[in-house]
Structures are given as structure tokens and as C-alpha cells.
């Protein structure tokens, strides 16, 4: 069955700098990367996805992009706040395009 | 609009003692889905339902079971609980085109089985 895998488990960065999260996947049917935002204690939240017939996206300083090629895609946050520190999580459509699967997670960490 | 709600968010269950963890939403979403969250692990698909009365397994559908009878609910059975299953659960649902639309994700259920 279709395995994401995301890099880096955990990542820290200062306020203002650049924090980008990467992700593949082994399922070539696979036609979906959405990416997921879990405050503590809340379930996930999309903040943003790309689709396979795009080669990436920009939503204000989050960007995603996708390479079909490679069977890989990336999160790009800028200038990043306090309140980006969450845990993200990738995700990719699988084979039947009935469900979606999930990477580990990565726990950002944005200090001040 | 409440969006998916799950009740409820706190369980300590005993070792082969049976729970329903209940799922509703009210987007009039065609499929929904119960991940399981264990610590560095990710979410992992449990079981899925593409529509009232069809359901399907996930990546780790042992010892649980679902059912599909509205459009609205899809409850979380466990018949025997286990340590193993010790987690949290969250329930989600998309619109019609299934992965293909943003999943909504509920507030998660707590569960301790000691």
C-alpha cells in the first residue's frame, strides 16, 4: 500500500527565518498532497494542498511544492511566527482515492 | 454548524471491556474515516466509509469494527480492549470526492485501556 515519509521529525527555528518540511511517497497513483496543521490538543487542520497536475502552490507564506517525478513534495513556511509552532503532517491520496496517508508528523518550534 | 464532533474526549477503559467512540457530522459529507494517533506514529487509518451502509478497512483495522447507518454517524466499536489500543482517535470527513477534498478533522477521543 501507498507509505509517506516526512522529514524531519522535529525542527526548530528563530522567528522570522524559513522552516521547510519534506515528504515522499511511494504510490505513483497517488493525486492528492494536502498538508495538515495540529494545534495541542485539537485535531488537524489543512493549511493547504496541491494537486498532481500543479507544480506548486503559494497561500500568503506557506508554499507547497510537488515533484511527480521524483515522488516527492515540500512545505515552505516564511517568516515564520511563535504561533506557526505546531505539529504538520503530509498526507497523500492512496491508490483507490478513497483515504488519505498520513506521514509521522514534524514538531516545529519557532522561538522568539 | 458543528463541523464533526466526537464524544467522548476522555475514556479509561479496562483490559477486554467494549466501547463505542461516536462520530457525528453535520456537513452532509459522503465519506468519513477514524484515524488512530499514537505518539512519532502519524495518524493511521482505521476503517472508512465512502457513503451510509459501505464500509471498508484501513491500515490497521484489527480489533475494531464500524458501522455505516446514516449519512450523519459512524461509530468506532471496540469489542475487547486492548493496552495496544491505548491512543488517540479522531474521526474525519470529506465531501463526495473523497481524498480529494479537504477532510475535517473532530477534537479526538482520549482513550487509556489499563
Known amino acids: 500500500g501507498e507509505n509517506v515519509e516526512q522529514h524531519p521529525s522535529t525542527l526548530s527555528v528563530q522567528e522570522g527565518d524559513s522552516a521547510v518540511i519534506k515528504c515522499t511517497y511511494s504510490?505513483?497513483?497517488?493525486?492528492?498532497f494536502p498538508w495538515y496543521k495540529q494545534e495541542l490538543g485539537k485535531g488537524p487542520q489543512l493549511i493547504i494542498d496541491i494537486r498532481s497536475n500543479v507544480g506548486e502552490k503559494k497561500d500568503q507564506r506557506i508554499a507547497v511544492t510537488l515533484n511527480k517525478t521524483a515522488k516527492h513534495f515540500s512545505l515552505h513556511i516564511t517568516e515564520t511566527q511563535p504561533e506557526d509552532s505546531a505539529v504538520y503532517f503530509c498526507?497523500?491520496?492512496?491508490?483507490?482515492?478513497?483515504?488519505?496517508?498520513f506521514g509521522k508528523g514534524t514538531t516545529l518550534s519557532v522561538s522568539s | 454548524n458543528a463541523g464533526v464532533t466526537q464524544t467522548p474526549k476522555f475514556r479509561i477503559l479496562k483490559i477486554g471491556q467494549s466501547m463505542t467512540l461516536q462520530c457525528a457530522q453535520d456537513m452532509n459529507h459522503n465519506y468519513m474515516y477514524w484515524y488512530r494517533q499514537d505518539p512519532g506514529m502519524g495518524l493511521k487509518l482505521i476503517y472508512y466509509s465512502v457513503g451510509a451502509g459501505i464500509t471498508d478497512k484501513g491500515e490497521v483495522p484489527n480489533g475494531y469494527n464500524v458501522s455505516r447507518s446514516t449519512t450523519e454517524d459512524f461509530p468506532l466499536r471496540l469489542e475487547l480492549a486492548a493496552p495496544s489500543q491505548t491512543s488517540v482517535y479522531f474521526c474525519a470527513s470529506s465531501y463526495s470526492a473523497g481524498s480529494n477534498t479537504e477532510a475535517f478533522f473532530g477534537q479526538g477521543t482520549r482513550l487509556t485501556v489499563v
Open positions: 504510490d505513483s497513483a497517488s493525486n492528492y
Open positions: 498526507a497523500a491520496s492512496n491508490q483507490a482515492g478513497t483515504a488519505l496517508i
